[in-house]
């Protein structure tokens, strides 16, 4: 494990609308923050087991991925720690893809090299159709989310 080394991982779908919405973000803090010391800004799109190496190697794991929790398209939840474990564990059924983030975390937790610090930052799908464009209310929270991702990098570092 990198000493206070950050992964930044945008998981998702892209071709699916909203659901793409995580890809995006990564991609938005990847292009205006190029040489960010000790952070990695990862496209994780629909997942797979080749993600665990960067996640084991994280001191600190920032996710971004569209959650469904019942509120208006655009609303953003911040999940930390254990909070962001229990949230994963109630929604590790509702995926569709081979591999789930629950399913990283767990091969991290068993490996003893789960990511000291943790978030998952949810934003409420609008539609999740074919489509490779985010409806204009996600795109909206893109900056608010950039936004957050950046206070809680610069917190874990002091």
């Not at 793409?20 to 938005?28: A, K, P, T, Y």
């Not at 962001?84 to 991290?108: E, P, W, Y």
């Amino acid at each position: 494990m990198a000493l206070n080394k950050t992964l930044v991982l945008g998981i998702g779908n892209p071709l699916m609308q909203d659901d793409g919405v995580g890809v995006h973000v990564v991609q938005h803090l990847k292009a205006d923050n190029p040489d960010f010391p000790q952070v990695e800004f990862m496209d994780g799109g629909t997942l797979g087991f080749s993600l665990i190496g960067a996640i084991e190697d994280a001191t600190n794991l920032i996710v971004i991925d569209a959650a469904q929790f019942s509120d208006t398209p655009g609303s953003i939840r911040i999940f930390l720690g254990e909070e962001m474990d229990l949230f994963l564990g109630r929604q590790k059924n509702s995926s569709v893809h081979d591999v789930t983030l629950v399913d990283l975390m767990s091969i991290a937790l068993l490996s003893d090299q789960l990511p000291v610090r943790r978030a998952l930052i949810g934003i409420q799908p609008g539609v999740i159709d074919w489509s490779t464009e985010l409806t204009p209310t996600i795109k909206k929270a893109i900056p608010n989310v950039c936004n957050i991702v950046l206070e809680l990098i610069e917190k874990w570092r002091t």
